[in-house]
Structure formats: structure tokens, C-alpha cells
């Protein structure tokens, strides 16, 4: 759902707002009622254990045996 505020109104209930976008509304604030910005949920990237990110999905190569040149590297060698 999208609600439009007018920019006092926004000041004045800021913390109220902030609470209905923490849980998915977005609200649009407006000028002389001209849309001028949207507060909308963020959505940080939160990396996991190991750096890997949630949801992060991986192409069939990942999975292939490296060469015996990778793995020489991976070993510590040039």
C-alpha cells in the first residue's frame, strides 16, 4: 500500500511512518502535493558464513573440478 504525506505532515510523524515502512508500506511525500520522494523498506545484503550471500545461487561451473593449475594455486604454489 502507498500513502502520500505532505512534507509536515512527514516531520510531524516521522517515527510513525518509519514504523509502517519497517513493516512494507511505502509512503510517497509530497510538495504543494507534488510527489517528491518515497520512503521505502531497505533491503541490506546481509553476508552469511563465509562471505556468501542468502539466496545467492551459483552456475553448474562451480561445482566442476579445477585444473590442475587452480589447484596448485589453492595449494600455495604459483
Known amino acids: 500500500?502507498?500513502?502520500v504525506v505532505n512534507v509536515q505532515e512527514a516531520k510531524t510523524r516521522l517515527s510513525e511512518l518509519l514504523?509502517?515502512?519497517e513493516?512494507?508500506?511505502t509512503i510517497t511525500i509530497a510538495r504543494a502535493g507534488t510527489p517528491v520522494a518515497e520512503l521505502r523498506p531497505s533491503t541490506p545484503v546481509q553476508p552469511t558464513f563465509g562471505g556468501l550471500v542468502?539466496?545467492?545461487q551459483v552456475g553448474?561451473?562451480?561445482f566442476e573440478?579445477?585444473?590442475d593449475e587452480e589447484l596448485s594455486?589453492?595449494?600455495g604454489g604459483q
Do not use: I, N, Y
Request: hydrophobic share 40%; aromatic share 10%; glycine share 10%.
Open 60 to 62: 553448474e561451473a562451480f
Open 65 to 67: 573440478d579445477l585444473s
Open 19 to 21: 514504523k509502517r515502512v
Open 54 to 56: 542468502p539466496g545467492l
Open 73 to 75: 594455486r589453492w595449494e
Open 1 to 3: 500500500m502507498t500513502d
Open 23 to 25: 513493516a512494507g508500506e
